[in-house]
């Protein structure tokens, strides 16, 4: 069979299993197999397809069917265009995420541009599989980041991504929940984090994916999932400098309540919310009096 029949054999399969971005998936899988891109895919559409290949394509296929998320599958996902390894000990790095990099490193060329004699030092609180930090690391090779997770499987997995990417020197990792790892004496330029926000009221409105299979603790917070948010805008202001910057990823209906905790109390200024490209207001940040 060539690569064009096994692309739509596997796009029918993946939507008889009710995959809502079936062809899209199914070229991500091939291309992957194939070690090509997906426009190579296409190029190459009328070769015959390796048979060789058939037994994990299926079982890529079968998997996915059954709710298994495809960046596991495949053991990396797509992040501010550079690859990274990606697997059931850490969140899946998503899109919106990208915004709240995008708004700490806006924050950083303006406030504290490139120096010789400065060093920002940044806080990735809840690293995850380390995607945030190295991230900012590449984008900015002048900084310094300290990236935390309570979880072990999180941080061997944000080892391998440090690795990969070659950025040791720049991120320091350490275990412990929250702030519970460091001193604070308002010694940060900026605390970026991508906190636990789901409401376990949401969670048979998921995806099957993502709530049986994401690790559970990276997900769900109390309180209708502003528990974390609410602890983590209490106490930034004292690891933060002066007009240092928090920057928080929030849920698509948090909004409101977020800008409330920021305005509360006197610790911040310039309080500002983002939308994503769906227009929910996704990343809060707010500037340390």
Same mark, same amino acid.
């Given at each position: 069979?060539?690569?064009? !029949?096994?692309?739509?054999?596997?796009? !029918?399969? =993946?939507?008889?299993?009710?995959?809502?971005?079936?062809?899209?998936?199914?070229?991500?899988?091939?291309?992957?197999? =194939?070690?090509?891109?997906?426009?190579?895919? /296409?190029?190459?559409?009328?070769?015959?397809? %390796?048979?060789?290949?058939?037994?994990?394509?299926?079982?890529?296929?079968?998997? @996915?069917?059954?709710? /298994?998320?495809?960046?596991? =599958?495949?053991?990396?996902?797509? /992040?501010?265009?550079?690859? $990274?390894?990606?697997?059931?000990?850490?969140?899946?790095? @998503?899109?919106?995420?990208?915004?709240?990099?995008?708004?700490?490193?806006?924050?950083? #060329?303006?406030?504290?541009?490139?120096?010789?004699?400065?060093?920002? =030092?940044?806080?990735?609180?809840?690293?995850?599989?380390?995607?945030?930090?190295?991230?900012?690391?590449?984008? @900015? %090779? #002048?900084?310094?980041?300290?990236?935390?997770?309570?979880?072990?499987?999180?941080?061997?997995?944000?080892?391998?991504?440090?690795?990969?990417?070659?950025?040791?020197?720049?991120?320091?990792?350490?275990?412990?929940?929250? $702030?519970?790892?460091?001193?604070?004496?308002?010694?940060?330029?900026?605390?970026?984090?991508? %906190?636990?926000?789901?409401? !376990?009221? !949401? @969670?048979?409105?998921?995806?099957?994916?993502?709530?049986?299979?994401?690790?559970?603790?990276?997900? /769900?917070?109390?309180?209708?999932?502003?528990?974390?948010?609410?602890?983590?805008?209490?106490?930034?202001?004292?690891?933060?400098?002066?007009?240092?910057?928090?920057?928080?990823?929030?849920?698509?209906?948090?909004?409101?309540?977020?800008?409330?905790?920021?305005?509360?109390?006197?610790?911040?200024?310039?309080?500002?919310?983002?939308? #994503?490209?769906?227009?929910?207001?996704?990343?809060?940040?707010?500037?340390?009096?």
């Amino acid at each position: 069979m060539t690569i064009q !029949e096994i692309l739509t054999r596997t796009v !029918e399969r =993946l939507r008889r299993g009710r995959i809502e971005t079936a062809q899209t998936e199914a070229e991500w899988i091939l291309a992957d197999m =194939l070690g090509v891109s997906r426009t190579e895919l /296409f190029l190459s559409a009328k070769d015959e397809f %390796p048979v060789k290949h058939l037994p994990l394509l299926d079982e890529i296929v079968f998997n @996915r069917v059954d709710g /298994f998320p495809l960046q596991y =599958l495949l053991g990396y996902t797509e /992040f501010y265009g550079r690859r $990274f390894a990606c697997d059931a000990r850490a969140l899946i790095p @998503r899109p919106e995420t990208e915004i709240l990099v995008e708004r700490a490193l806006m924050f950083l #060329d303006k406030v504290f541009p490139v120096l010789e004699n400065r060093q920002p =030092l940044i806080w990735d609180i809840g690293t995850g599989s380390g995607n945030i930090a190295i991230t900012l690391a590449l984008e @900015r %090779p #002048d900084l310094k980041i300290i990236a935390s997770d309570l979880a072990a499987p999180a941080l061997a997995l944000a080892a391998e991504n440090i690795e990969t990417h070659e950025v040791g020197e720049q991120v320091t990792l350490i275990r412990g929940s929250l $702030f519970a790892p460091v001193n604070p004496a308002n010694q940060f330029t900026a605390i970026v984090v991508n %906190p636990p926000y789901v409401a !376990e009221s !949401e @969670r048979d409105n998921l995806q099957v994916e993502v709530r049986e299979h994401e690790p559970n603790a990276a997900l /769900f917070a109390s309180r209708e999932g502003l528990a974390v948010i609410e602890e983590i805008i209490a106490g930034a202001g004292k690891y933060l400098q002066s007009n240092g910057l928090l920057a928080l990823e929030i849920g698509y209906n948090q909004a409101d309540a977020v800008r409330g905790m920021l305005k509360a109390g006197e610790a911040y200024t310039d309080v500002r919310l983002i939308p #994503d490209l769906a227009g929910y207001l996704r990343v809060a940040t707010a500037v340390r009096l």
